[in-house]
């Protein structure tokens, strides 16, 4: 997305920063622990590298000094679980996917709920601007704010519209859509169908919105799997087919790298994956077919449409003793004003006024531009926020979840004895009700 964002209008930093660092309103404002310094610790990713060079700003106005650590993602929640394990004081703000250790680290007490600061928090935050789906993702078992979202992301169809052209093909809406499509261009194209996700611990992102299309959650009411219904066996065995019989060789190893740089270099018609590899398969500089990409939301099961909404957030640990000055870090952040300057970061944002607000919006002038900002804006209102099955084993699950699908599309396994295998290891690694 960065030949979008380069174009947005610059926005004065230092007013951005004026305007939120000056206006932080929170429980204990004033108190003696509003300046000083605090100490962050950041996953490598966008977002942090957008947000770092308007840190000094931020610090010039609200006289917090902010000391920050940046590590890869596992080495940051390694360091921040290290931190919340020992009580330790020294870590006051950090980012974390609640879609992934949320229930872990709320199960351990590992996050300070943000609703009193919320609900104090000046008017111009705008707390009720954030999407359902981006804010959804926020909250624990019990529907406390754990975190502030900070971007939002999920699954479009990427296709390539000469190819669809060529063969008369309509933009699939429904996964049997894609699987019509999808035989179609194997016939009489000489490219290769579709890509998506095939690794283990990937799969769950792509899956979701087909698992979900069936009208099926992860989870019974009373905690069990829910993969002992005909509408996950239809959910497998078509995800399954996607990939061993219209994909790429080897896509059993794919992420989202590996599918991006495969459309991008022209071998695929048809690709399955996160709208924040827009940048990846539609810039000139990093594609070769940057002139012929559409981008379509993402297909709907044979229930209702539910594509995934992912969102990081960020937060502060209970055991900060420096709670005032990290919340009016966390609010000028995540305020309207700062989240659309890292637009130009490339972060899809998470509130509504930003992702409608002119000076972003107007930037989105081609047809793809357009299309993608639909699906995005499909996502933050419709997003489905359970990425995976949701428990305090939520990356061991995952696995299960993967390495099953995965033996479908080897061939390994049916359908049928997939579905049955999940239903029962995601059943003793749930939490009990």
């Not at 996953?43 to 590590?71: A, D, M, Y």
């Not at 008369?168 to 699987?179: A, S």
């Amino acid at each position: 997305m960065s030949k979008i964002v380069r174009r947005v209008g610059a926005i004065a930093a230092a007013t951005v920063i004026a305007a939120t660092a000056t206006a932080c309103g929170s429980p204990g404002e004033g108190s003696s622990d509003s300046g000083g310094a605090i100490n962050v610790v950041l996953s490598n990713h966008p977002w942090q590298r957008g947000l770092e060079p308007l840190i000094s700003q931020f610090e010039e106005e609200s006289g917090i000094k902010v000391n920050v650590q940046t590590f890869a993602e596992q080495q940051a929640r390694d360091r921040i679980l290290l931190n919340l394990q020992s009580k330790s004081s020294s870590m006051d703000v950090f980012m974390t996917l609640p879609s992934r250790e949320g229930p872990q680290f709320s199960d351990a007490g590992y996050y300070q709920p943000l609703d009193d600061y919320l609900a104090e928090a000046p008017d111009s935050y705008k707390v009720d601007d954030f999407s359902p789906s981006a804010i959804d993702g926020m909250k624990d078992a019990d529907g406390q704010v754990i975190a502030v979202p900070i971007n939002i992301e999920g699954p479009v169809l990427y296709y390539r519209t000469d190819v669809f052209e060529e063969l008369g093909l309509e933009v699939p809406e429904t996964i049997e859509d894609v699987l019509a499509a999808s035989k179609v261009i194997k016939e009489k194209g000489d490219i290769t169908p579709i890509t998506l996700r095939g690794a283990a611990a990937a799969i769950a992102f792509d899956f979701g919105p087909f698992f979900h299309g069936e009208g099926l959650e992860w989870t019974k009411e009373d905690g069990t799997a829910n993969f002992d219904q005909p509408g996950a066996i239809k959910a497998i065995d078509e995800y399954a087919t996607l990939a061993r019989d219209f994909g790429p060789k080897g896509v059993i190893n794919y992420s989202f790298t590996e599918s991006s740089n495969l459309f991008a270099q022209g071998k695929v018609a048809m690709s399955l994956e996160s709208s924040n590899e827009l940048n990846s398969v539609f810039d000139e500089e990093k594609s070769t077919v940057s002139d012929s990409v559409g981008v379509a939301k993402m297909p709907a099961g044979s229930v209702e449409a539910a594509p995934t909404a992912l969102s990081w957030g960020v937060t502060m640990s209970p055991f900060s003793e420096k709670k005032d000055a990290a919340w009016q870090f966390l609010q000028w952040a995540t305020s309207p004003e700062t989240q659309l300057e890292l637009t130009k970061a490339e972060i899809a944002p998470p509130r509504d006024s930003v992702a409608t607000d002119p000076s972003y919006v107007e930037n989105f002038s081609s047809e793809t531009e357009k299309q993608w900002l639909e699906a995005v804006a499909d996502i933050q209102k419709n997003g489905n926020t359970e990425v995976g099955p949701v428990g305090t084993k939520a990356p061991s699950m995952r696995e299960t979840l993967g390495n099953a699908i995965g033996k479908v599309i080897l061939g390994d396994a049916t359908a049928e004895e997939a579905a049955k295998e999940i239903q029962t290891e995601l059943t003793k690694q749930l939490d009990k009700k």
